[in-house]
């Protein structure tokens, strides 16, 4: 379970990377609604880990527990990694976290660190229900074949 989760998790990290760095350097960062398609990412990670821990564990199936702890714990890692990424990006990148500043409602509040957890949050989340539907969907095809 370990293996496979590091595994897309770091596909789940590189993805949200590889987004984010190609979205800033063409000057589309600040378009916050781009980062719907970091689901696009995070969900295809998800489902690829399940998918494989089903195929190695037949025994699982069905088991939605094992299907949203394996879905969560990729999660974790590329979610967490995705985390640390920002904190030290908008740490660094004044320029960029002011405009973060400007732009939100409680930019007043917001730091390098309260701008992580709000990823961090979103990512939990997308996780969870994420994780839960994927189970679903694979169980079932699974159990059709």
């Known amino acids: 379970m370990k293996k496979i989760a590091i595994k897309y998790g770091l596909w789940m990290f590189a993805g949200f990377v590889a987004f984010f760095l190609t979205m800033h350097l063409l ?8 980062r719907i398609f970091n689901g696009v990412f995070h969900i295809a990670a998800i489902y690829y880990a399940i ?20 879905g969560v714990y990729t999660s974790a ?37 309260t701008a ?16 839960y ?3 679903r969907v694979i169980d079932m095809n699974l159990a059709n074949a």
């Open 27 to 34: 000057g589309l960062s600040h378009r916050y609604f781009f």
């Open 116 to 131: 992580s957890l709000f990823i961090l949050t979103e990512g939990i989340v997308v996780s969870l229900i994420g994780s």
């Open 51 to 70: 998918r494989e821990y089903r195929k190695q564990n037949e025994d699982s199936i069905n088991n939605y527990v094992s299907g949203v702890a394996m």
């Open 77 to 113: 890692v590329g979610v967490l990694g995705f985390t640390i990424f920002m904190l030290l990006y908008l740490a660094f990148d004044t320029g960029f976290m002011e405009h973060l500043r400007a732009a939100m409602p409680i930019g007043e509040y917001l730091n390098p660190i």
């Open 133 to 135: 539907l994927v189970t």
